[in-house]
């Protein structure tokens, strides 16, 4: 009855709930505490009332219990406006070696990572700078799997935060459009939308060019429309 219950509302209603829910009844790490402890917006909420931040990840590899974050990139936007004064790069140690496939992927090499932020340093900037906001990633489901794994949360417990993935919400407009299986990588999608190239697997550059696409399929999904957030979380499912 209750698994029913949530399926009928909308995914916010839903993950906020689920949030409540484990706030209440399940034991949370402490480092991440404030995560949940933050609401969910309604669903009719403008875009421009809300907070969002532009994550980007580096790793290791594809498997967070095995692969590690090499590198992060943070951005915020309060739409429609992105802050490049805001933005954040960290390298994280790692004791890992470094496998030569990635390093030629990402530039990131041993030598880059020496004096990289601890794993524990990694947490806190997270936390505080995701707490309260919208997080905006392409391709969404590595942030949040490594983000998951990173916060060891138990199977049990909700990710409580809320996210919008331009990968998906290119899908949903090339599905539109009837385009079966186009191609999502982030600079193809900036080079159809005629945004400028840029340097590609860094998590700096990243996060500005993801929150560059964002506001373009904004635009492009909301035509003359105010954006609300409740239509793009469905979008990004």
């Not at 140690?93 to 030629?104: R, W």
């Amino acid at each position: 009855m209750k698994v029913n219950w949530f399926r009928r509302q909308h995914p916010l209603q839903n993950g906020d709930q689920l949030r409540c829910h484990a706030l209440a009844k399940s034991p949370i790490p402490a480092h991440c505490l404030e995560l949940f402890q933050k609401s969910y917006p309604a669903p009719n909420s403008p875009l421009s009332e809300l907070k969002c931040v532009v994550l980007d990840f580096e790793t290791s590899g594809l498997d967070p219990k095995q692969d590690e974050i090499l590198s992060v990139g943070m951005v915020d936007i309060h739409y429609p406006v992105m802050s490049l004064a805001s933005a954040q790069h960290y390298y994280v140690q790692s004791e890992q070696v470094i496998h030569s496939k990635t390093a030629v992927i990402n530039h990131i090499v041993p030598e880059t990572l020496i004096g990289g932020i601890s794993r524990h340093q990694l947490i806190e900037r997270l936390v505080v700078s995701l707490s309260g906001k919208v997080v905006i990633a392409h391709g969404a489901e590595i942030e949040k799997h490594f983000l998951r794994h990173l916060l060891q949360l138990d199977a049990s417990l909700p990710l409580p935060l809320i996210f919008l993935d331009t990968l998906r919400l290119e899908r949903s407009l090339m599905k539109y459009r009837g385009v079966m299986y186009p191609d999502l990588r982030l600079t193809h999608v900036r080079q159809q939308k005629g945004l400028p190239p840029y340097l590609a697997h860094n998590a700096f550059a990243d996060v500005v060019a993801t929150g560059e696409l964002f506001l373009a399929l904004v635009e492009e999904i909301c035509a003359d429309k105010p954006p609300l957030l409740g239509p793009l979380v469905l979008r990004s499912l």
